[in-house]
Every structure is written in structure tokens, then in C-alpha cells.
């Protein structure tokens, strides 16, 4: 960030506070790649300009930084504090505590508001928990600057910690519209351990946050909710009915297709119910197609109307459809899995290729080179091509003659160095022909 030079004080004071620690890290970096001002003897005697006394804060000689912070605790430049508080959890223990005591006789309330976000960054240096108090005190008075710092770990820690300063209106939007997915569970569960707000948490809240309000709510909201569109509130409201004595896929055969009810179906139906996913594979919407897979993996794991599908339009049907297929040769022969290596979209000739390279390891190899051919699936193909010939070693098996000539004249297709390997590996193949 810093490699051309030192930036313009003033605009980088005027900046993100949190460059600072940035700044830190990227002077020790140049000091131990270029040995920058490596021999400075009596350099605490030496006017030094602001650049230069910056750069002396963040030097990776520790009697720099020690000269640097003696004249930082008297400076009034806007650089003083922040490079300060840097110093603060510097790893050489007076270094630290002399900075610790000068930024703080000068830490009033308005540049401690300033500083909030530096020192919500510091803490993670984890040295001691000075930082971490420094920040926490800082709370109730600041409280509206820490829940607007623009940092994640920050945002997460801070929410964490005021949970009792925060209304029960405030704690409830973020719950409902943050964009920070823990933030909302952090204070949507803050709710729910006081009773509060459980319904519209559990109609707008997080999955997890979702889950528990369910729990709070009884068996009626469980059935509810046996269809909602993530699967672990879903699997709270299934074991809750069960709990309760209640079946759940009797519930799921009676409602209306949706997601939900397929996949709620696909987790708890049985055999029985694989002519009715079977009749989903049908649907015209993708989503439940590949749901209705998705069970039947569970209830019918091998369906042959499944087979079909590895042309779907939908690349996640067919994703779903390759998954289903995995240690099923009965279900799909070698030549049909090769038909498809030539076929239309791409995600059909990739679903191919993943079973046909799943069945065999020479056959891996055999669609490895047949694929170099592929302008869109080449690259992918040579790098498996690489990965197999690193464990040729641990290949005990030889293919077939037929198949071991028809890898023989795909070898002029393969990186010199890639076919020379290949041949050596083939060779046992072809001396058991001789």
C-alpha cells in the first residue's frame, strides 16, 4: 500500500482511522525487506520531520519506536494519537506502556469517538485485554459510533457486548433486516431469552434464530412451519411433531406441492412414497425437480426414473441427478456416460465426465484426454490429468486391452511431458499383450 513512499500526513490523518494499523504493519514490512534505516546512532538527538517520525512509530528497530512515542506524547500533530494507540499493543513491554500513558492523557471524549475504530481494529492484535477495556468503556457514551464501524468482527463484537444497552425496537430491526447474519442471530436470540418478539422472529428471523422460536411457540407452530424453505427449521418442526406424536410425512403427502413440502417429504417419507417423487421429476419447475431427486436418494436410492434427468435443462437438476447416480453403474451404462461427453449444454457434458471419472481410474484418465479436445472443459480436464499422474503410484489396477489402445490414441492430444508418464504407466498393459 505504502511501496512508493510515505502518504501525505495530513490527507491520511483526515482518512479511515484504520489505516493506521495498516500503515503499521506495511513500514515493518518494508523495514525487513529493504533494512530501511537499520544504523541510526543518536537518532533521539536528530530533529525529525512528521514522515520521518511516522515511519520511526512503525520501525522494527525497538529503539526507533521507543524515540518515536517519547516525541508523539508531546506532538501536536493529528498523526500523535492514532499512532499512539498502534503502539499500544506493541509486542516490547515499556515500548507499550509508555505509549499506553501518554494516549491516554490525551484520549478526551471527542477524539476517543474518533478513535473508536482503530481501536475496535487493535484489539485483534490480542497482546493483553487493554485494548479490549479501552473499548468497552467507551461503550455507553459512544455507543451509535461502535454500532456504525464498518468492520465485521467489529460490528459482531460490539453487538455482543451491548446487548443490554439496546432497545427492544432497535434489537428487533437488526434482528429482522442486518445485513451481518450473526449480528441478526446475536440479537434475535437476545429476544427470544427474554420472550420477546418470538412471533415475528419466527416469521422473518435467521434459520437459527428461527429454529429456537419454534421451540418457544408449541406443536401448532411446528406444523406450520414442517414446510418452511430452510432445512434446519424444517428439522426442528419435524422433530417437534414426532415429539409431539405426530407423523410429518403424513403432513407433507397432504399439502400442496412447494419446496418445502417435497424436500420435508424426501427427509421423512418412505418407500411408499417414491411414486410420488418419481411423479415430480415431471414438474416444470427446476427447484422441485431437483428436490424430488434429492429424495429419492433417501427413499429410492435406486429409482431408475432418475436416469433420464442427467439431460436436464437445469444444471442444478443434473447436478442433484449426478449426485443420486454416484456408486450406481446399474443405473447408467459407460457407453450412455460417454454419448453425453459430446453432448449439449456444457453442465450435461460435465455430469459425464464426473461419473464416468468416478467409475474407474483408468476411465478417469480416458475422459481426461478425450475432454482436451473440449474448448470449455479442457482446462478443467488437463488439471485432473496432472492430479492423476501424481498418484500413479498408488495404481495397482491396469485397464483393459481395448480400453488400454483407445488411451494409446488419445496420448498425441496430451502435453509432451504429460504422454511420455502416461506411456511409462500403460506399459505393463502393453508388455501383458506382447
Sequence with gaps: MFETGLPDLDAFAAGDVRRWAEFDVAVRRAWWT?????????SELLPLSREKLAEAACHGNGRMREVAVERLAVSPDPEAVPLLLVRCVDWVRPI?????????SRLDSATLRSMLPLIGVLRRRQLDDWMTTL??????????????IDDREVRRWVHVEVLGLLSREHLLDVALRDHDFVVRAVCGTALLDRGECVEELLAAGTPKVRMRALT?????????????????VRSMAQALVSQAGGDPAAHYRAMPVSFGAVAGLGETGTREDASGLERL????????????????????????????LLTDLSPAVTRQVVTFLRGKPALVDVPALRELLAAEPLHTRRA??????????????????TLLR??????????????????????????????????????????????RQLRFALRPTRNSRD
Design 34 to 42: 529493504e533494512q530501511r534505516w537499520y544504523r541510526f546512532p543518536g
Design 216 to 232: 418457544l411457540l408449541g406443536p401448532d407452530a411446528a406444523v406450520a412451519h414442517l414446510a418452511d424453505r430452510s432445512s434446519a
Design 96 to 104: 507499550r506502556e509508555r505509549a499506553r500513558e501518554a494516549a491516554l
Design 281 to 308: 421429476l415431471a414438474d416444470d419447475r427446476p427447484r422441485i425437480r431437483a428436490v424430488a431427486v434429492r429424495g429419492l436418494r433417501r427413499v429410492a436410492p435406486e429409482s431408475a426414473a432418475v436416469r433420464p
Design 374 to 419: 473440449d474448448p470449455d472443459l479442457a482446462a478443467d480436464a488437463e488439471q485432473d490429468l496432472y492430479a492423476w499422474l501424481h498418484h500413479t503410484a498408488a495404481t495397482y489396477t491396469t485397464p483393459s486391452p481395448a480400453l488400454a489402445t483407445e488411451i494409446e490414441a488419445l496420448l498425441p492430444l496430451a502435453p509432451p511431458q504429460a504422454a
Design 135 to 148: 473499548f468497552r468503556r467507551a461503550l455507553p457514551d459512544h455507543l451509535d459510533v461502535a454500532l456504525a
Design 352 to 369: 459425464g465426465a464426473a461419473l464416468l471419472r468416478d467409475r474407474d481410474t483408468w476411465l478417469r484418465l480416458h475422459t481426461d484426454l
